[in-house]
């Protein structure tokens, strides 16, 4: 195996030998794979952690899960595996499948179409699988 030249590339190596020492099986490790290990929580369980629960004067969990998802799209959509999850979560709190469609093509006004693009195309994703569960 050759050493890379990038000095990303090096960083990603570093860390992909640390994992392959520390468990062998993290080899073949996805965030795919990650994502079934986080459950969506419960509509109840997130508002007492996230939304009035804790302040009842704030913002209540659907709302704050919308903004996430705005927030991860204007980055460019990269984190697939967290928008897939903030989405499963924002429907779980309430949201409706016009409200996270109309919270990405917002967000595409200041992250631009293909970060749009490739939220709505997560977010079918994970509506999609919740569906057929």
Known sequence: MTTPTNPFEAMMKAGQDWAKAMNPALESFSPAGFEKLWPTMPKEMMETVMGKGLNPEGLDAKTRLLMTLMGLTIMGAQAEAQVRMTVRHAAEAGAT?????????QAGLFGGMPAMGKAMELANEALDEDASE
């Open 97 to 105: 499948k016009q409200e996270i469609a109309e919270t990405i093509a």
